[in-house]
């Protein structure tokens, strides 16, 4: 999609059903008739006909697009600044005619070394979630550029921080069984929808599952996502950052599709009971080492065609997989079936994964503890411990992973793409 931060967005960039109500809307504009170049009707703006000193200063005229883009920046203030990704500055916002309706800001940052001046993260991220509209998704609410010419992303502001805070906090917040149970549940749906969709997000962690106040995990940064409807296309293997990347990106597959995800959630789901991440390999080489250690190794027997794979390199000493028992000691925390769950989204063979859609139709999430009400979910730390998770209580830390005996995250070593050694 040809977006450019150089022009206003088009109106069809802009959406459609802006509540009428907002007083900051729109701006008496002049009923002096005038025209651009190609006979289109422009908007004269009263306020900008007069200089600072009172002396006549040329109108700024804009056309029905600009003048749809103004009326939408005005409907928001931009505050403090929230956080910065790699092709982006967050910022906190509020409505213009409502300041207690909190917004986050998204400033896409102008590169001159991408054509149109923005990067290709920035285009995916505007074009699908114009498209996904779901609670488990973040919601983008509007779309403006501002006078420097940056496209500005208005997405739904979500306080309560991400999972990864959660999962790190092993002194401040405890969960259980049925805390995970939940976030796993608003996890899996989104990722059902976006395959339903035909939508790859391809960049699924903890610290892109935002939360929101009332509890309700969203997925964000939709910067890696695309669409997978044609089967015959090929698409990079260098997408979802390491710990969470599938054996198959790994070896360099070029046609893949919902499966990748998939693994990722159940690196999510192992490192929710763990509260480490699981396979944390610093390269690639070495990340290939820990699923072969870990899981099993990929041969033709438990995958037929993976020696195929361009970049299929394991370890000498084969591995078999590992059968659920061998699973129970580590992550029994969520049950037998819990297990039976993480274990089928860790199958090394794509085809033989469990779908998103299937796993929503697991029995886990019939079986006890039932999912916390989202409001009941523990929350980001304040200072001081916000909920004791009654599993938790009864299983005397079985939840407190290796986080809490000193395994360090590496702070960002799994936040950026790695674009390592192996790629070709
Ligand atoms: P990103 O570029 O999406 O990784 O965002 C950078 C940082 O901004 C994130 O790590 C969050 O701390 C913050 N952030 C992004 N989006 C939101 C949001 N919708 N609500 C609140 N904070 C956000």
Redesign the pocket.
Known sequence: MAVSPLVAPTIDMLPSSRPASSPGKRLPTSTVPSSNDNGTPRLLLPGNRLGPDGGATPAVTLDPIEQLNEDEKRKYVKGKK?????????Y?GHARHDPSVL??I?KIKVQQQYQDGMAPDAVR?LKYLRELHHPNI?SLLSVFSSKDQNLNLV?????L??LEMLIRDVDRVRYGAGDIKAWMGMLTRAVWFCHDNFVLHRDIKP??L?IAADGEV?L??F?LARAFADPGRRMTANVITRWYRPPELLFGARHYGGAVDVWSVGMVFAELIIRAPYLAGNTEVEQIALICKQIGTPTEDNWPGVTHLREYTVPSDVVPVWGKDAYMGRFGAVGADGVDLLVRTVALDPKKRITAREMLEHRWWRTDPKPTPKEELPRKSAGGEEKMGADLKRRNGLLDGEGSNGVQRGAKVA?KLDFGALAK
Not at 82 to 90: D, H, R, S
Not at 155 to 159: D, F, V
Request: proline share 3%; glycine share 14%.
């Open positions: 929230l956080g910065e990704g790699t092709y982006a500055n967050v906190l917004v986050a998204k991220e973040i997405l739904e502001y979500l306080p921080g991400d610290n892109n935002l969203k964000a940064d910067g936040r």
